[in-house]
């Protein structure tokens, strides 16, 4: 732990130097970067460790404060998270570093990079805590530098909203974490998560109580639907490695407390496993059709991080019924599908986010309408998004179809599992139909924003941004890449988490993966054999071209003599026809004028339900208003009443 | 003789302060006074004091951990009055200091008081002593404050006083030997007592200091007065005078604890807890004025109190922790505050905005301020709330658990929205600079620590005193 | 307890109803000056043996309940040139009645409160409908001195109450007469005084600028 | 030694291909009463493509010439995952399914990009058209390969197309029944034909997959038509391993049973066209939702079994 302390301590040393000397702005940036890599760097040499097999031995602090010793450790589950953050994480600070410079006249920027620090170190000590209260101020910590770093551009209303909102939102949650911890702890000796475990058979008929408070408690942080109405607003405000970071990591803390607390709890009844499952289902498609609606790049990445919170949450759902019905292949088949689909996630979401960026800062729009042909300008920027965007639609030879997948491998088994699960063999139907609408999603996206014709002269200005910013992102790419293409480097660990989850031993659960594992080389044989044939083919189109002319000339327009930007198919046009599929539950309304057509998306949960109730409230506060009348004699008249309530209460209930 | 000396050094010290004309040198003396009161404190914890005046005067856990509250929090008010009284000159002029130093000896009286009838005119004291601060501008609407918190403590103390008689008659069972309205002989033959005058004085006793608490519905003093006083004064009355009150309505609950009537009064604490978080919640949302923001946050924070009381287990630790927690995160709240009007000449939401970037020190006092008094983690007081939610739990309430924590959010997203209003934006107009002095910050800071310190560590000495107070009061430490 | 103590009690309810029922402030202050006096004997008559502690209470009593408040609130009086309590929140007729019902319910509740002294069931029953009539006063009425006198009479009936105590608890009774001579200092002389200085009159009824818009 | 002939099969079936198109068309020609092209125009048609040159609009860029070379690189790959002798697939593993479908996607991502390069809205209206009803054919198909996993126990498609069915078909034959029903009808929309598109229209508004190459030209078209011919036979391979069990079958007897159903499939397909309208394009979601709702019958039948 000694490593992952000081890993820790380099990274708030990073925010602090961030902010000590504002005098030298190059230097602090400088020194900023290299203390948080370096910090990332430490804290990783005991993950690594653990997740090669190793151990690492955890540390006690007594500090008199009620609920037992504050216990910090490091297990297999503990490791892979910390994988996720430190990974993603750093190189959304490294971009930041990059990013902020250029944000000067929109907010303090060294205090950015502080919260920032802050979230990362927070973000750190969540997944180690293996007690309740620091493992609750590490969450409330972690919330706290989240909207401080999400609200950097605060003189903007739709910025501070969005940053309420989250605020709100989290600590709603942390209240529901509140009364979860409350619930068990008030049948365990302390509140270390050992006193915690150990008390989970003394739980009874709150066991349900504590896994719904935990269900709702993390759902919040996790986002999925309904729980996400905070996301899209936050993750879409905030500075674009902000994004990354929330959008890749942070809301994945939600799926660490499901799994910490699936972990204490012990094997699940069989309907926890249907909820989950079906939440999944539901936040999956719901999140991707929502994202179809967009037209703001931002947003629309943000509600494709609710389209894989709910794969992932099917991996988990499908994993419980595995450990429910005791099938224990399909146990640890589908939670190490949802735990690598949250590494993969985190990667190829903070590298779209970090594009989305690039695109931002060489344009200054995220408005998809009024992009287009940036491949011009941008060519490496478009790489990049090019392969985040194929990775999260999940296809082949890219991480986001390694982790889907193991989840559809799942699925397909429990089909045949000869159990009540079999019918979770419609989740792999769902899991398509999200992935088909993903890929709509993404071509529109890259489509729109990067080829065709510039729709405006902001798109067509837009140059490509410099190293600092490409690097990041394409260590991430990189990631992604290799993920694809060598497979088994994480089927192995995330199978251990599995294990270590579902309370199979380690052995029999690579035991029970062994077919998984080797169908990963397989893939990786497939992967490549793809590129091999679609080089070869390209190289013989290219040999045949050679031999003959090759001719330039505008778009065959069907006859029409000269297209123009504004005739291309829109973002609106491209979704509608998907959209209209779906109807209602889009949540779209199109606006349909002689001279264009465009679509308009809305916040369903946040403005159909949550704002009403919130006028609501504020209206029967309204209405309570006349008690406080300003009236000496009113006031008087309580205390005579409360007093007489009293000597009512005492007539009634004091002993004669 | 060292307790005697904690209520007669600030007494004497008021008379001095009258007596002197020269204002800085008044402003000295409050210091002195305060740092001097403080160190006896220490002592007192150092080394425990013998009772003295036949048992009437003496410290026990929870008189010291409210002592201790009241004069740390004093010292840093007296240090924030240095700053203050150089850029307003209040009209009661010499009766500033003066009342301030009787305020800190009547406080202490009743924090170390185990005669009930002094503790009753303890309260008395601090109640009057208060009334010519709040007035300290002499206009119609501190007028009208001044007028209703009299009228209404008065009144509260007065069903107080028929409480305390009540509970003198429950005493005549009681064998010969019994020192009659001193607590450990009340607690000792508590068996003994007439267990429907015992309830009698309990319900009155509540009413009463109830009303100097702040709970609702008898809490209708408390915006205006809050709202009015100067945010010296209202950090000195949120943190001090409420928990004097608390401590007041604890030692009879004591007393019944101890007969074994907890039942019948629990029922009472949890539904003046309920009423009290509805009332804040409900006036909480869409609030005008920061400083009466606060002050329904107060009202929230002593229905917690009760509630905690009412819950009983480890709700008794967590009430006597959120008692310290209450103080710090109030006191450093109304100082911030204090500051921010001072700068603005201002405490409404609507005209004040990006204080963080005109008074940063002040504005992030302000947010940790928030993010104390709400409860958020690391701060002590989300521990206090925390254990309280558990007792809730643990007793069985959990519908109300769940009740309390949707309230909870609701008061946090008012406050919050408020709060965070006046941090972010754009500072339109000028603010006045001078406001970012070390004498106004130093106190909101050092509070800031402290209650920062109770999250995330508890002293041992601190940590028994909190245990033995739980025991009293026929709770567990968690 | 002798028969004087006993008919010196009922001349106590009967000075509240006299408060109740009546529109002009100097009849209020006299009969809240009476009931001082009345207080003031009680005492004396309540125990048959005498002692200097008793002697003292009984004319502290007096000097404070019978003389300095009377006087003080016919001072303020002046001052503001008030005379009558008109349009009070709640009638006079009407209050009389609430005030009636009060007191039968002491009479009627104070039996089953055991007072392990003679007589004290009667002293329960005056000292209760005194606190409930105070407060009727209270609430219903606009006038500040008006307030003063319900508050005054709230006092009394807690003193009639702490007469059970003298025996026992030494100075309890100081308290509450130390209770009036506080108020009274305070809310009389400095507040009352400032409200008819600031608004030219004593209706407290001006008051109602602080409160949630 | 059965990996090399299993290679052989594959690169004859390829080879073959480009047969079917012509035979569909020949069959749609002869049942409305005219002559048509000659069976082998396709191959025809590939050549002169091949030797002509290629015109780029000056909008396209890479993309544009990258994806069809993608588009055929994946189509061809997944077809070494079927097990075409009847026996095993070059290249199989569990989930190979996933991948199978997974290398299609890429196939359709790649012509989708390629179309909105061109920056015309014909050619982003046939990407969004494809986009749409591919993300409506994606869960049909992966019922049906739930419903055959289910009946097989396994996730490759060697198994899932393999040996095993004989025993199904004597256990719930209805259930393959729906379930080639449901694969025929996803076959018929993967391909672009009536009743989901027409190949032949000529009025790009109602043209889905053709106005999406529209641009294309030379080896690009050449590449693009041949990826087509294969993904038809690929369907059609999957539909006739389905529909006949060839695992006692020797090698020869099963190529040959392959090649007359690849054959009788394309007919079938050339019926379809001849005697069915094209659907009105808000129709064709509810075509396709068909085909899931028959997969979901099938797959609820082998469930009770």
């Given amino acids: 732990m000694t490593w992952f302390f000081s890993g820790v301590l380099l990274l708030l040393a990073s925010g602090a130097a961030a902010v000590l000397f504002p005098a030298r702005p190059r230097l602090s940036e400088r020194v900023h970067l290299w203390l948080s890599l370096a910090g990332a760097a430490t804290a990783l040499v005991p993950v690594l460790r653990v997740l090669a097999g190793g151990t690492v031995e955890g540390v006690r602090f007594v500090t008199g404060v009620p609920g037992g010793a504050w216990v910090f450790a490091i ?135 504590v896994f719904a408070l935990a269900l709702l408690g993390f759902g919040v942080k996790a986002g999925f639907v309904p729980l996400h109405f905070w996301l ?83 991996g988990l759902g499908v994993g419980a019924l595995g450990v429910a019905y005791a099938v224990p292949g399909l146990a640890v088949l589908g939670l190490a599908g949802a735990v690598l689909h949250t590494l993969n996630h985190a990667l190829f979401k ?108 902001v798109a067509r200005a837009a140059r490509e941004v410099t190293r600092g910013y490409l690097v990041p992102a394409a260590a991430l790419a990189a990631a992604c890449v290799a993920i694809g293409l060598w497979p088994w480097l994480v089927l192995g660990p995330s199978v251990k988490v599995a294990a270590l989850i579902t309370g199979v031993p380690r052995e029999t659960a690579l035991e029970l993966a062994r077919p998984a594992i080797v169908a990963g080389r397989w893939i990786a044989v497939l992967a490549a054999l793809g590129v091999v044939v679609s080089a070869l083919l390209w190289w013989l189109r290219a040999f045949a071209l050679r031999r003959t002319s090759v001719a330039a000339a505008a778009t065959w327009a069907c006859g029409y003599a000269r297209p123009t930007a504004r005739m291309q198919y829109s973002a609106s046009s491209f979704a509608a026809p998907i959209l209209g599929v779906f109807g209602g539950i889009s949540g779209v309304t199109a606006v349909r004028q002689p001279s264009s057509f465009e679509t308009r998306a809305a916040n369903l949960v946040l403005e159909r339900a949550l704002v009403p109730l919130w006028r609501v409230l504020r209206a029967a506060s309204v209405r309570l208003r006349p008690i406080q009348h300003g009236r000496l004699q009113l006031y008087l008249l309580y205390l005579v009443a409360t007093v007489s309530l009293l000597l009512i209460y005492l007539a009634v209930r004091g002993s004669p | 003789m060292i307790v005697l000396a904690l209520i ?60 201790s509250v009241v004069s740390g929090l004093f010292l840093m008010a007296a240090i924030y009055a240095v700053g203050y009284l150089r850029r307003e000159t209040p009209r009661g002029g010499r009766a500033f200091v003066s009342c301030l130093l009787a305020f800190l000896g009547a406080a202490s009286l009743v924090t170390l008081s185990q005669h009930l009838g002094v503790l009753w005119v303890g309260m008395e004291a601090t109640t009057l002593s208060v009334a010519p601060l709040i007035y300290h501008r002499q206009d119609r609407r501190s007028l009208e404050a001044v007028w209703k918190y009299l009228m209404l403590s008065s009144v509260g103390i007065a069903l107080a006083l028929l409480g305390v008689f009540f509970l003198a008659t429950a005493q005549f069972a009681a064998p010969p030997g019994a020192r009659p309205l001193v607590l450990p ?26 009303t100097k608490m702040g709970l609702a519905p008898l809490h209708s003093w408390k915006p205006d007065t809050y709202g009015e006083a100067p945010s010296l004064v209202g950090g000195l009355m949120a943190g001090v005078l409420t928990s004097c009150a608390f401590l007041g309505i604890v030692r009879v609950f ?204 508890i002293p041992a000495p601190l940590g028994r005193a909190l245990a033995g107070a739980a025991a009293a009061l026929g709770g567990v430490s968690p | 307890m002798t028969q004087i103590a006993s008919s010196l009690l009922l001349l106590v309810v009967l000075a509240d109803f006299v408060v109740l029922g009546t529109s002009r402030m100097s009849t209020c202050i006299r009969a809240i000056g009476v009931q001082g006096l009345l207080l003031a004997g009680l005492p004396v008559f309540l125990h048959a043996e005498w002692s200097v502690h008793m002697a003292g209470l009984a004319l502290g009593t007096a000097a404070v309940k019978a003389v300095g408040l009377p006087w003080f609130l016919s001072w303020a009086i002046r001052e503001a040139n008030v005379r009558r309590e008109v349009e009070p929140l709640v009638g006079f007729v009407p209050s009389l009645l609430i005030g009636a019902v009060m007191v039968a319910g002491s009479f009627a509740v104070a039996p089953t409160l055991p007072l392990p002294v003679q007589g004290g069931t009667l002293l329960v029953a005056v000292a209760l409908s005194n606190v409930l009539t105070g407060l009727v006063v209270l609430t219903s009425r606009l006038k500040a001195v008006t307030q003063v006198v319900g508050y005054l009479m709230l006092e009394n009936g807690i003193y009639v109450f702490g007469l059970t105590q003298t025996q026992r608890v030494p100075f309890l009774l100081e308290l509450g007469v130390l209770l009036d001579v506080f108020v009274g200092v305070f809310i ?24 949630e818009p | 030694m059965t990996v090399a002939i299993q290679v052989l099969v594959l690169v004859m079936v390829l080879a073959l291909a480009p047969l079917f198109p ?63 002798d009847g026996g095993g697939a070059p290249l199989r593993f569990a989930g190979d399914v996933v991948a199978f479908a997974g290398l299609l996607a890429l196939g359709r991502f790649a012509l989708v990009l390629a179309a909105l390069d061109t920056g015309s809205s014909f050619e982003g209206m046939g990407a969004s058209r494809e986009a749409t009803f591919g993300s409506l054919v994606e869960p049909g198909l992966f019922l049906c390969f739930a419903a055959l996993a289910i009946a097989t126990s396994s996730t490759s498609l060697t198994t899932m197309l393999g040996r095993p069915l004989a025993a199904v078909w004597t256990a719930a034959a209805p259930a393959l029944v729906l379930v080639a029903a449901s694969l025929f009808v996803l076959t018929l929309a993967e391909n672009g034909r009536v009743p989901v598109d027409d190949p032949a229209t000529h009025l790009e508004l109602t043209m889905i997959h053709e106005v999406m190459v529209l641009d294309h030209s030379g080896p690009d078209l050449a590449l693009i038509l041949y990826a087509g011919a294969v993904k038809l036979t690929v369907f059609g391979a999957m539909l006739v391993s389905l529909m006949i069990p060839r695992g006692g079958l020797g090698l020869i007897v099963s190529v040959a049973v392959l090649v007359a159903g690849l054959t009788a499939m394309a007919v079938a397909v050339g019926v379809v066209e001849a005697v069915m309208a094209r659907l009105r394009l808000i129709r064709i979601p509810q075509f396709l939702v068909a085909a899931s709702v028959l997969a979901t019958f099938a797959i609820m039948l082998l469930l009770s079994a």
Avoid at chain 1, 416 to 423: D, G, I, N
Avoid at chain 2, 32 to 55: M, N, R, S
Avoid at chain 2, 192 to 210: D, I, K, Q
Avoid at chain 4, 42 to 60: E, F, I, N
């Fill in chain 4, 22 to 84: 012509g035979v569909v068309q020949r069959t749609k020609s002869l049942l409305t009463g005219r002559r048509g092209p000659p069976v082998l125009q396709l191959y025809a048609d590939l050549a002169k493509l091949w030797r002509k040159g290629a015109v780029y609009s000056a909008t396209t860029s890479l993309v544009f010439r990258l994806a069809p070379a993608i588009f055929a690189g994946t189509t061809l790959v997944a077809a070494c995952l079927l097990p075409l």
């Fill in chain 3, 188 to 211: 009389m002389g400095i507040v009352v005084f400032h409200i008819n200085r600031e608004f030219d009159s004593m209706s407290s009824s001006h008051l109602e600028e602080l409160r």
């Fill in chain 2, 8 to 67: 007669l050094v600030p007494a004497f010290a008021a008379l001095g302060a009258y007596a002197h004309r020269e204002s800085a040198f008044r402003t000295g003396w409050l210091v002195v006074a305060a740092v001097v009161h403080a160190g006896l404190v220490g002592v007192v914890w150092a080394a425990p004091p013998e009772p003295v005046l036949g048992g009437w005067i003496a410290a026990d856990a929870i008189g010291l951990i409210v002592l």
């Fill in chain 2, 254 to 457: 004591q007393v019944l604890v101890a007969a074994g009537l907890a039942p019948f009064a629990q029922p009472l604490l949890l539904t003046f807890g309920i009423i009290s978080l509805v009332v804040a919640a409900a006036f909480v949302l869409g609030q005008a004025d920061v400083k009466r923001l606060l002050a329904y946050s107060s009202i929230e924070h002593m229905g917690l109190l009760v509630l905690g009381l009412g819950f009983g287990g480890v709700g008794a630790y967590g009430t006597v922790l959120h008692v310290v927690n209450n103080a710090l995160a109030k006191g450093l709240l109304f100082l911030a505050v204090g500051n921010v009007v001072l700068a603005t000449g201002t405490s409404l939401v609507a005209e004040i905005k990006g204080l963080h970037r005109a008074l940063p020190a002040s504005a992030a006092l302000l947010v940790v301020g928030l993010l104390a008094a709400t409860g958020s983690p690391p701060f002590g007081s989300f521990v206090s709330e925390f254990t309280i939610l558990r007792s809730a739990v643990a007793s069985g309430h959990v519908v109300m658990a769940l009740v309390i924590a949707g309230l909870i959010v609701m008061i946090f997203a008012g406050m919050g929205r408020s709060v965070l209003r006046v941090f972010h934006g754009d500072p339109g107009r000028a603010v006045a600079a001078h406001a970012e002095d070390i004498w106004l910050l130093a106190g909101p800071v050092i509070l800031a620590g402290a209650v920062l310190m109770l999250g995330v560590y």
């Fill in chain 1, 232 to 314: 899209p607003e936050a993750h879409a405000a905030a500075p674009s490695h902000v994004s990354a970071v929330m959008s890749g990591v942070v809301i994945k803390t939600g799926i660490y407390g499901l799994l910490r607390v699936a972990t204490l709890l012990g094997a699940p009844p069989a309907w926890w496993g249907w909820t989950v499952l079906i939440l999944g289902v539901a936040s999956a498609v719901l999140g991707v059709l929502w994202a179809l609606a967009q037209h703001d790049l931002k947003r629309l990445l943000a509600y494709h991080s609710v389209e894989n919170i709910g794969i992932i949450l099917m």
């Fill in chain 1, 350 to 457: 903070s590298l779209l986010f970090l594009g989305a960026g690039n695109v931002l800062r060489a344009t200054g729009t995220r408005d998809l309408e009024r992009l287009g042909g940036l491949v011009r300008g941008m060519p490496v920027t478009w790489t990049l998004f090019l392969v985040g965007s194929a990775a999260i639609v999940g296809l082949p030879p890219l991480n986001g179809f390694v982790s889907e997948w193991l989840v559809f491998q799942a699925l397909f088994q429990a089909g045949f599992s000869r159990t009540p699960a079999e019918l979770s063999v419609f989740g792999a139907a769902a899991l398509a139909l999200v992935g088909g609408l993903a890929l709509a999603c993404f071509a529109k996206v890259c489509g729109v924003v990067f080829l065709g014709q510039p729709r405006t002269e």
């Fill in chain 1, 75 to 209: 297990d297999p589950l503990s490791a892979w998270f910390l994988l996720v953050i430190l990974g993603a994480g750093v190189a959304a600070s490294a971009y930041g570093t990059c990013y902020l410079a250029a944000e000067a006249e929109h907010g303090s920027v060294p205090f950015g990079r502080l919260v920032f620090s802050l979230l990362l170190a927070a973000l750190t000590l969540v997944v180690t805590a293996q007690s309740v209260v620091p493992f609750l101020a590490a969450w409330e910590l972690m919330a706290l530098g989240g909207y401080f770093a999400v609200v950097f551009d605060d003189r903007r209303d739709d910025v501070r909203r969005a940053g309420l909102v989250y605020l709100v939102a989290t600590h709603a949650g942390t209240l529901l974490l509140f009364l979860l911890f409350g619930t068990w702890g008030s049948h365990a000796a302390d509140l270390t998560f050992a006193g915690l475990a150990a008390a989970s058979g003394a739980l009874g008929d709150s066991r349900s109580l």
């Fill in chain 2, 185 to 210: 002989d009340l607690v000792r033959d508590a068996s003994r007592l007439t267990p429907s005058w015992l309830e009698a004085a309990f319900v009155f006793l509540l009413a009463g200091y109830g």
